[in-house]
């Protein structure tokens, strides 16, 4: 099993992450990780917080959970 470094790693999750939201099967191909490998920083990733959409750079594609993740909250109501 390869060893990736912490920075080779966030730097695919940084482009799982819109704007450019690839999937984790054009990150494959492009960068020769197993999809398994990817599928479980993605998982990793998501329970620390991050925004990283399932199938699609195009909203319209993203499950309302993944939209409702990617909104700013500004910690407050109407002042």
Same mark, same amino acid.
């Given at each position: 099993m390869p060893h990736y470094s912490p920075e080779r790693?966030?730097?695919?999750l940084q482009k799982m992450a819109p704007p450019q939201?690839?999937?984790v099967a054009e990150l494959s191909s492009q &960068? #020769?990780?197993?999809?398994?490998?990817q599928y479980?920083?993605?998982t990793a990733a998501r329970k &620390? #917080?991050?925004?990283?959409p399932s199938n699609s750079a195009i909203p319209d594609k993203w499950s309302s959970e993944e939209k409702f993740r990617i909104v700013p909250n500004d910690g407050g109501g109407t002042q």
């Open positions: 790693k966030e730097a695919i939201s690839l999937t &960068r #020769g990780i197993s999809t398994a490998t479980n920083w993605r &620390r #917080g991050a925004v990283l």
